[in-house]
């Protein structure tokens, strides 16, 4: 059984088909010296890296994007690195007595005790800074000279009133920078796991998708050259690390989640409500023409207004249900809660109708049709318990749907339709843009290289993220069970 060390490098929002696109060489040498292939998570509200550090899905690790807060019909994203209900790899490794390390990772904050040392990343609604981060507070200052200028994360919220150059070139040092530490502590601790992520993708694609390959590539043809260099570092800093580490170590390459342009809102309570399950309020002329103004002012507008606590700014997509007469809704999530009695305080779906009423909605789903082309609207329409098997599979939605991956989920009912055209982004080298135009996507890549990686001599088939951990307690050896999918790859 292999025994060797292991890097993880993670590329948030990292996606195959983008750095193919974009012609990046890091992945055509883990092509020729390794393996490379799309990874994929149950369901797109599974939080990634909680299921690639458990080896669990959301029911079991309880990382859900969207957790219901049923009193008050709504939902939170607060997951924290002492919310994880299956054991993650830090508490595996230091119960096998290894040594291992942990530099921004997201929804590992707050830092755990271990072996090693933990730098938390930010993420599951909690973005802190360094100092607050660091376990054990002496490694710090014991590193103070290698994490001098040491970038935790961009938030892109932090950047709205700048200019897009900004958030690239602190994206670019960022890199370089966790890069050259990233080799540092392998020098000087040598541990038998690091683990480390890269979060810039993941903040470009969002704002600049269509910059950087949809319909504004070439009237925006300065700004992407501006946003490919950001690229064209992480390239530089992932090579480096192959042709440093690859050879002693193995290293693993990973993303939680892939990315698609973003080009329609899909509104589920307005279609529940035209199937019969659900039922909302007409809105009054007065409400419909706040709902107007609300859309069309500009962001600076609406900060002030909200600091002046006006009665003209955002509210809850759900306000406007009657929940007396709803069955069934949309939060967020890419699926529908059933308004079950007993559970929310409008409940009206009584228990012993429970199975029959969600079959009935399921088919309904099922049957709905793209307004755009005449194809299904949904690619798949499931109960949870497809999915899941887990003590907390009670917190997913009770039906789970896919759609196209570039339809936005939303439980926005002031939209004026079940599939309506996305916002356009204003592209500017002023300011960055306030809307999105590109969303997760269902596929994330993992890929390989190393002295127990077998060179598969191109692409492999989709991979699990719920293999993943498996995996890497594989090679480091302290497994010998089922690595799914990745049981092949270990020479």
Not at 67 to 74: C, G, K, S, T, V
Not at 154 to 181: F, G, M, Q, W
Not at 384 to 397: F, I, K, M, N, W
């Amino acid at each position: 059984m292999p025994n060797k060390k292991v890097l993880i490098i993670g590329i948030d929002g990292g996606d195959i088909n983008v750095f193919d696109r974009i012609g990046m060489g890091f992945l055509q040498k883990l092509r020729v010296s390794g393996i490379a292939g799309p990874i994929r998570n149950a369901t797109s509200d599974d939080r990634g890296w909680a299921t690639l550090l458990t080896g669990t899905d959301a029911s079991w690790h309880g990382g859900f994007y969207w957790i219901p807060d049923r009193a008050q019909y709504a939902v939170s994203d607060s997951f924290t690195s002492q919310d994880y209900k299956s054991e993650p790899l830090w508490r595996t490794l230091s119960n096998a007595g290894l040594t291992q390390g942990y530099l921004g990772v997201p929804t590992t904050f707050p830092p755990q005790d271990i072996k090693g040392f933990f730098v938390s990343g930010g993420g599951g609604g909690k973005f802190p800074d360094l100092r607050d981060s660091v376990y054990p507070q002496s490694f710090l200052e014991e590193n103070r000279e290698m994490f001098e200028d040491y970038i935790l994360d961009c938030r892109y919220r932090t950047y709205h009133d700048s200019a897009p150059s900004r958030l690239v070139n602190d994206l670019i040092s960022a890199t370089k920078k966790r890069t050259e530490v990233i080799s540092g502590l392998i020098t000087k601790y040598n541990p038998d796991l690091l683990m480390s992520v890269f979060v810039g993708p993941d903040r470009l694609q969002h704002y600049f998708w269509r910059i950087i390959f949809g319909k504004e590539s070439e009237r925006y043809k300065d700004l992407r050259n501006v946003i490919i260099e950001y690229y064209a570092a992480l390239d530089r800093a992932l090579c480096r690390l192959i042709d440093r580490f690859a050879g002693e170590r193995n290293v693993l390459f990973v993303s939680d989640h892939g990315f698609s342009e973003y080009t329609h809102d899909l509104n589920m309570n307005l279609l529940l409500h035209d199937l019969g399950f659900a039922k909302i309020r007409r809105k009054t002329p007065l409400s419909a023409a706040a709902s107007f103004l609300r859309k069309r002012l500009s962001r600076r507008v609406k900060h002030w207004i909200k600091s002046k606590n006006s009665v003209i700014r955002p509210r809850p997509g759900l306000k406007g249900i009657e929940w007396g007469s709803t069955q069934a809704f949309s939060n967020m999530a890419r699926g529908v809660w059933l308004n079950t009695e007993g559970d929310y305080p409008s409940g009206v779906v009584k228990s012993h109708e429970y199975i029959q009423m969600r079959e009935k909605i399921m088919a309904a789903l099922t049957g709905c049709r793209n307004p755009l082309d005449g194809t299904p609207l949904f690619t798949r329409v499931i109960n949870r318990e497809e999915v899941y098997s887990g003590p907390l599979t009670g917190l997913a939605p009770d039906i789970l749907i896919e759609t196209r991956d570039c339809y936005k989920v939303t439980n926005d009912i002031s939209l004026p339709g079940i599939l309506t055209t996305a916002p356009a982004p204003e592209f500017g080298t002023s300011r960055l843009p306030a809307a999105m135009s590109g969303i997760h996507g269902a596929y994330g890549f993992f890929s390989a290289a190393g002295p127990d990686i077998k060179n598969s001599g191109g692409e492999n088939a989709v991979y699990s993220a719920i293999s993943f951990a498996p995996l890497v307690k594989k090679l480091l050896g302290i497994f010998d069970g089922d690595a799914g999918e990745f049981n092949g790859i270990i020479s």
